[in-house]
């Protein structure tokens, strides 16, 4: 007997109806754009799931990734990116660039040349298959109480989802604290730190 994985129970069509059955309708077999309460609560769907990816989370936020000129000195900026920073920009105040026309400006400089390879601190967008299990669950739940919001006049069905969203964005942010490896310490990446460690003293 075959199991079905994770992927298999969490897809966009899942989801969907998932938000179906919170609004009291019923469940369908394919996404079928051209009915229109589908393509709208799929729509609901896209839109939570843009806007929970664009906080940037450990899974879609990446630091010191490198982006190097083409051969006409311009940087181009990858399309699945929601968001982009100059790493330690903060600190090396060299560049303020922007992303004009799929491509980076330096407003400093007033330039879309450069010279060298600059290192960002991306959060990317990555399609919906490929999150996390929380995360689906954060996304779905959040999409299902502006279903209710738009499309039922229920006051007690859309608090009750609200509290749902509540409770899956907690396992959002455990999710975050336990893979994040975070510090308060703010120790730099690709280093190694080990923590006073107890057990030191008494074996003395």
């Known amino acids: ?14 989801s969907v109806n998932s938000v179906l059955g919170a ?34 989370w450990v899974f879609n936020r ?28 903060q600190v090396w105040r060299t560049t303020d660039v ?8 330096d ?16 959060v990317w967008f990555f399609p919906y298959e ?5 995360f689906k669950r954060y996304i779905t739940y959040r999409a299902s109480v502006r279903a209710a919001t738009q499309m039922v006049t229920n006051k007690e069905l ?5 509290q749902q969203e509540a409770y899956s964005r907690s396992a959002c942010m455990e999710y975050e604290c336990n893979q994040g490896d975070h510090t308060f310490f703010g120790t730099p990446s690709n280093t190694a730190y080990r923590a006073y460690q107890p057990y030191r003293t008494l074996a003395r």
Do not use: C, W
């Open 98 to 105: 922007v992303k004009r026309d799929g491509k980076l400006y």
């Open 23 to 56: 609004i009291g309708q019923s469940p369908v077999t394919t996404l079928d754009y051209t009915n229109p309460e589908i393509s709208f609560i799929y729509n609901l769907l896209s839109e939570a799931n843009r806007d929970v990816q664009n906080e940037g």
């Open 62 to 89: 990446e630091e010191h990734y490198t982006l190097t000129p083409n051969s006409k000195k311009q940087i181009e900026v990858p399309d699945n990116v929601l968001r982009m920073d100059v790493s330690e920009g």
């Open 158 to 162: 859309s608090m009750m989802l609200a």
């Open 130 to 134: 490929d999150l996390p299990s929380v």
């Open 107 to 122: 407003k400093l400089h007033h330039t879309f040349e450069f010279e060298k390879p600059i290192d960002f601190d991306m």
């Open 1 to 14: 007997m075959a199991f079905p994985t994770t992927n298999d129970l969490d897809t966009e069509l899942s």
